[in-house]
């Protein structure tokens, strides 16, 4: 089963996505802050089969987080989806650079087209690492 693992702060955002992402039969693990995904992260047995987080987490900042989980071997490889409000072409180009392989901005995608392309991110990921 995949697994989605989700930094949201937004109680709202993260409840829906949660939502929207279990129907479509995905495991979902859900976190408030960067530190918390961090330690949360470096504690799963089983590595997700993405990581999504929001530009702006409390404790540590999504680039941040970004930058720390591409540092580590062992993540290196999940692929990560930014999920935003921000429409700055400076934001999203650098998020990419720092790793991402997604990046969405919230307001221009319903919850169900955002499991799709998350879906699509997974499924393009496992046939180009198998």
Do not use: C, W
């Not at 697994?3 to 979902?28: H, N, Q, T």
């Not at 918390?36 to 992260?41: E, G, Q, T």
């Amino acid at each position: 089963m995949n697994k989605v693992f989700i930094a949201e702060d937004d109680e709202y955002v993260s409840r829906m996505y949660e939502r929207a992402f279990r129907l479509r039969g995905f495991e979902v693990e859900v976190v408030s802050s960067g530190k918390i995904a961090l330690k949360r992260l470096q504690e799963m047995s089983q590595k997700p089969s993405v990581i999504i987080t929001d530009a702006l987490l409390p404790e540590m900042s999504g680039k941040d987080l970004i930058r720390r989980i591409r540092e580590d071997t062992i993540f290196r490889s999940i692929p990560i989806a930014v999920l935003t409000n921000s429409f700055s072409r400076e934001d999203a180009d650098q998020f990419l650079a720092l790793g991402a392989d997604l990046y969405l901005i919230k307001i221009e995608h319903d919850s169900k087209s955002v499991v799709e392309k998350i879906h699509d991110l997974i499924q393009k990921h496992n046939t180009h690492n198998s």
